[in-house]
């Protein structure tokens, strides 16, 4: 189902979920910012969902409404994430879906890491 990320949080999405416990996760990685773990559906060798522990709905609202220390410890988390699974060298992708033209499915901001693999084209062709 698409996602609007012009409507408030809701606490009851799987993340939020996954954050508190009560649906259990591979974890990679956590801190006072972020949590990472592994997705459950990978679409590529090495496939990670790193989340915000805060309330936002997309990048938009997390842009708009973290406070700076939130937004640098979740970036930082992101990157730190990439380097411990080895990924800079070879290359990797992140990727932020956004609203229902984007192809968000969860309404919690989290960045797709891939790698581990060529990825091809970032969209398809038209």
Do not use: C
């Not at 996602?3 to 939020?16: G, L, M, V, W």
């Amino acid at each position: 189902m698409p996602i609007d990320p012009t409507q408030p949080y809701d606490d009851s999405n799987i993340f939020a979920k996954i954050l508190r416990g009560e649906i259990p996760s591979t974890k990679v990685y956590e801190d006072e910012w972020a949590y990472a773990f592994e997705d459950i559906n990978p679409q590529a060798e090495v496939h990670m969902l790193v989340i915000p522990k805060g309330r936002y709905v997309s990048w938009d609202d997390f842009s708009k409404h973290a406070p700076a220390e939130e937004i640098a410890g979740f970036i930082r988390a992101v990157g730190t994430v990439a380097r411990d699974k080895g990924l800079v060298e070879p290359g990797y992708r992140m990727m932020a879906n956004i609203g229902a033209h984007g192809g968000q499915e969860v309404p919690h901001l989290h960045v797709h890491i891939f790698g581990g693999q060529p990825l091809g084209p970032m969209i398809l062709r038209r």
